[in-house]
């Protein structure tokens, strides 16, 4: 029953105090909805402004992949040290422990496999995104490749079903055999995602010209690692990113593929959130591998 004698007098209103206008830290999010601003700053470090998301859903096109055979042993002792993890919904399941209590970036869209021509997919239930409380919902886009149109129906309606339930969409380019992984595709490619609802965007890094594929995309672009390099080029191709206006990193198989794993992805934390040089990160790694 509510109180109706001896409540105290509401008296402390701040009269002359104007309310805050925070701006969000991430660009061009200001007019989201609070919940995916809400998931936006768990994947995303408010500290830094910068995220690094570990990628281990290679499986789904892949299979048993190399660092990936055992996900219980050789990705979940990684995974406490990245920000956000990005994975199918088979693997989070079955071998992922939910008092882990990372954001997820849940691969939402399943298809063709390598043994096939790539990209010609679906998109998952948004009700089972829910249940799996999902961080982001991560679609395969195709541009200028054979399934263009439906990936890009595929990022339309997940961007959708996303913004209806405050969940962020991370549009992955993806790219082709005979696509060039230059500036001017990637740059395409990322705005594309971005024009069509996208939240954030993954793509790849370039040598040339990458500032200004991050430039014309309005909204956050985290990088993929790509193939296994060796490490001193894997945190340069951080730090490269990170200096020329990424918003993170999604790396897979240069940090699981590693010699040291567990080193490895604190020394890309060490170069996307403290800024240090890929030389020092190098050096973290080796001071962190020999204990
Ligand atoms: C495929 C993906 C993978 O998750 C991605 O490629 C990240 O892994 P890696 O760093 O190994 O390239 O999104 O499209």
């Known amino acids: ?3 109706t004698d001896g409540n105290r007098e509401a008296d402390e209103y701040g009269i002359g105090v104007p309310a805050k206008n925070q701006a969000f830290f991430l660009k061009g999010l200001d007019h989201v909805d609070w919940g995916i601003k809400d998931r936006m700053a768990r994947i995303f470090k408010p500290s830094s402004g910068h995220t690094v998301m570990l990628a281990f859903d290679h499986g789904y096109i892949m299979g048993p992949t190399s660092g990936l055979e055992r996900i219980d042993l050789n990705i979940v002792p990684l995974a406490e040290h990245a920000d956000c993890l990005m994975c199918t919904r088979g693997i989070l399941r079955s071998s992922i422990p939910p008092l ?9 869209s399943a298809g063709t496999t390598v043994l096939n021509e790539l990209n010609d997919e679906c998109i998952l239930d948004i009700e089972d995104a829910i249940r799996l409380n999902a961080s982001a919902l991560a679609i395969m886009v195709s541009i200028g490749g054979q399934y ?4 890009i129906d595929n990022l339309v309606r997940t961007a959708d079903m996303g913004t209806r339930y405050g969940i962020p969409t991370l549009g992955v380019t993806a790219v082709g055999k005979e696509l060039t992984r230059d500036a001017r595709y990637l740059g395409m490619a990322s705005r594309v995602c971005a024009e069509n609802g996208a939240t954030f965007v993954k ?3 370039c040598d040339e010209g990458f500032e200004k594929v991050t430039a014309a995309c309005p909204v956050p672009i985290v990088i993929a690692g790509g193939k296994k390099v060796a490490e001193p080029a894997a945190l340069e191709l951080a730090y490269r990113a990170i200096s020329e206006g990424a918003a993170g990193v999604d790396m897979g198989r240069n940090v699981f593929q ?3 794993p567990i080193a ?3 020394a890309v934390c060490a170069v996307v959130h403290d800024g240090l040089s890929a030389d020092q990160a190098y050096q973290q790694y080796n001071d962190l ?3």
Request: glycine share 0%.
């Open 258 to 260: 590693a010699e040291d």
């Open 264 to 266: 490895m992805i604190q």
């Open 100 to 108: 882990m209590n990372k954001p997820i970036s849940l691969r939402f």
């Open 1 to 3: 029953m509510a109180d």
């Open 289 to 291: 591998k020999a204990h």
């Open 203 to 205: 793509t790849y890094y």
């Open 148 to 151: 263009e149109a439906k990936t």
